[in-house]
């Protein structure tokens, strides 16, 4: 087991945190599975033939594995969950305790092992595009106003584009979606998404 760790992510496994026990534990159950470890996002991260599988990360009610592909994913148990409704592809399984984890060992491996049968079998999700989704009245006045904004904000990645919509579509206040917008625009400018 321990030649396949990755050496560069041991740290995320060292350090100090409620969920360290249970993060060695989902590690020690990919590795397993034949995996690799990589870090990418700053968490752990295991793929097979260079497509990404599942990774570790923790919030502060729970700890998860996450699906990269999880929406195709054949859930016999129902334990998958949509992080939120605008997620396509991702599906996480959560946990608040080691025993959750120990208890359903075999059920992670059979998932770990289905999502590697996926890639395998070269299986795509067919992600909606921009379009099909509901442009904030904020941004679209936004856009409308501006031709530069218009042509920076479409000569995004379709990814970007849709982390903003999402972004911008999330507060119920039209006041803090204005503000998201206008904090945004100088990024839009840039060619930069939310997260670079």
Known sequence: MKNKENPEVNFFFNKDSKW???????????????????????????????????????????????????????????????????????RQIRFTNVEEIEASRNVLKSYIEQAIEIEKAGLKIEFKKTAAFDMPVEFQIALEKSKPLNDAFYKLTPGRQRAYIFYFSTPKQSKTRESRVLNSVPNILAGKGIND
């Open 20 to 90: 360290q026990e249970a993060y060695n534990l989902l590690r020690e159950i990919a590795l397993a599975c034949q995996l690799k470890e990589e870090l990418k996002w700053g968490v752990p991260c295991y793929s097979h033939n260079k497509s990404n599988i599942v990774l570790i990360h923790g919030f502060k009610e729970y700890c998860a594995l996450l699906f990269h592909k999880g929406s195709l994913l054949i859930d016999k148990h129902g334990i998958l969950i949509q992080q939120t409704k605008n997620v396509q592809a991702g």
